[in-house]
């Protein structure tokens, strides 16, 4: 399967700054990528899914403005933090898909921030 | 809208103890279903996945079978080893745009 990788793997921040995380395809050409987030003992919750070279269609109840994702390339997409607050503290995740719904995920490691 | 529920854990077992991780799903149409696991570390890996009921997933040794008439898809494996400690996610893929839906998670750990 796809390897896919996430940098950084942790990041501490103060509230207030924002964080990009990318999201990197090492040897897949993700047409679709995905962003979740995970709260201790809870389920991956998607927040945004994009296609390269269109804008992210986020899920309801996630702040576009607030996350932002750009996937500028079949083998990269970013997210960023904007305005980073302690409740945004959590583990995100990235997942690629190469073609239509029916095509299998591939997911990155995780980066978890925390937001001081 | 579409969910999944699977068993809390963490779970802990004596190596060669039976699993069973329960998982159940409401969704409507026939959606396809999976289980994925995340060694320490890592990423999501996917480890089986049935797409229409009756249909039995299998890998390495576990087993799921999609059971339409309770919508569940219980893991199990007949004999654990130390090497399948991680956290075993179940997922259905539904929905014009096939996102994944993901159960809490349980963690399993093997003990020798």
């Known amino acids: 399967g796809a390897v896919v990788s996430q940098h950084p793997s942790w990041v501490i921040c103060k509230s207030g700054t924002s964080v990009k995380i990318e999201c990197r395809s090492l040897?897949?050409?993700?047409?679709?990528m995905f962003w979740y987030r995970q709260f201790p003992k809870q389920s991956l919750m998607l927040m945004a899914t994009?296609?390269?070279?269109?804008?992210?269609?986020?899920e309801q109840g996630v702040e576009k403005d607030k996350f932002l994702i750009n996937h500028a390339s079949l083998t990269l997409s970013t997210l960023t933090v904007t305005s980073a607050h302690p409740e945004d503290s959590s583990f995100y995740i990235c997942?690629?898909?190469?073609?239509?719904?029916?095509?299998?995920?591939?997911f990155g490691p995780g980066t978890r921030l925390t937001v001081l | 809208g579409d969910s999944v529920t699977q068993m809390e854990g963490p779970v802990t077992l004596s190596e060669e103890a039976f699993l069973t991780i329960n998982c159940t799903y409401t969704?409507?149409?026939?959606?396809?279903l999976f289980w994925y696991v995340q060694y320490p570390g890592e990423g999501l890996q996917l480890l089986l996945k049935?797409?229409?009921?009756?249909d039995k997933g299998s890998n390495k040794g576990f087993e799921a079978t999609y059971r339409k008439e309770t919508t569940s898809f219980h893991l199990e494996k007949g004999s654990v080893q130390v090497s399948d400690s991680a956290v075993y996610f179940c997922?259905?893929?539904?929905?014009?745009?096939?996102?994944?839906?993901f159960g809490k998670g349980t963690k399993l750990s093997v003990k020798p």
């Open positions: 997942s690629v898909r190469g073609g239509g719904a029916s095509y299998e995920q591939f």
């Open positions: 040897d897949f050409q993700a047409t679709t």
């Open positions: 994009s296609n390269e070279g269109s804008k992210a269609t986020y």
């Open positions: 969704a409507t149409g026939y959606p396809s």
């Open positions: 049935a797409t229409k009921a009756d």
């Open positions: 997922a259905l893929r539904g929905g014009s745009q096939g996102n994944l839906i």
